[in-house]
């Protein structure tokens, strides 16, 4: 089977904001509970890997890529090993997001 | 309104090139060529990425450069001074989940001089320093264990004191500005003020200043190529 694909631009927003929704438009949490929470289940339910493309935004505050993967966990949306065999992050415009993404996982803890 | 212009040639240009003399009616009489730069301004009270693309696209009007990509830490810069701004700027914890109110400023000025868009972001809040010595006991351990205002600043700027929240996955933003500035030279020079210490986050120098500056100033600069 294919792996479930989100594109950040395409479905969510272009112009990803800050961490929290009160902070302003396009927060990583609304990323996290509209868009990839769902996704990762669908995955999940699959049993296919989880593919997020980074780029074709405006760029990102480390806040929001925070918030969206590092609060998979805290949240309890996700295991940590899951999330980490099951995520593929893509980004060929700035490559160092990916390694941050990866961080921000494994650095969070449960809630 | 009026005002008289600066003296020394350069200033002099700059005020010329910057586009103030659109607001302001100069008290001297000299006639000065058209204006070569271009500087624009945004305010607001939230983390607004629109605002951020505003500005950043309004540079790249008048900058190309070879890197295209590196406009993407333009933006980060910006998207993280303001959520610095949002959520500490009133002194609060942020972890309250409100905004603290206080408005952030931010402008560019592309210089034809120089080939280059020079960024400030301003707010008139608390500054970083008097928002981490409101802290739990953990950086208040931190914060004696360092004798300048300085070498507070260059422990956040490195990630070794985390945000004013507490909380160990929040305070990433000044880390990832000086990531920016200092390791992947996305931008020529990056300079922050706060409180009484200037840092001169590129070339790692900091320093205490005379004066308290209520607020945080972060002030980058980006060399490319101008565009005719």
Known sequence: ?111 | MRASRPKNPEPRRIWNDSGLTDIFQSTDSEELPEPRGKIIMRSMVETNPEAALFLREFAQQYVTLENETEWLSIQTILLEGMANTVNHADGSSGEERHQSGEPWYAAVYCDEVTSSAKFTFLDTGVGILQSLRKKPPLRDRLLMSTTSSHGVLRKVLEGEITSSTGLKHRGEGLPEIRTIAAFDGEVDRLVIVTNDVFADVTATQFSTLPVDFHGTVIYWEKIGRWKP
């Open chain 1, 1 to 111: 089977m294919e792996a479930v694909r989100i594109s950040v631009s395409n479905d969510f927003s272009p112009r990803p904001g800050g961490r929290f929704p009160w902070e302003g438009p396009n927060s990583g949490e609304e990323f996290r509970e509209k868009v990839l929470v769902h996704r990762y289940r669908e995955a999940r339910q699959a049993n296919v890997d989880l593919v997020v493309d980074l780029d074709d935004t405006s760029g990102y505050a480390s806040s929001f890529l925070e918030e969206a993967f590092g609060g998979m966990i805290r949240k309890r949306y996700a295991e940590k090993d899951d999330l980490l065999a099951r995520l593929t992050i893509l980004s060929g415009a700035q490559p160092k997001w990916v390694q941050r993404v990866e961080r921000y996982i494994r650095q969070a803890e449960p809630e």
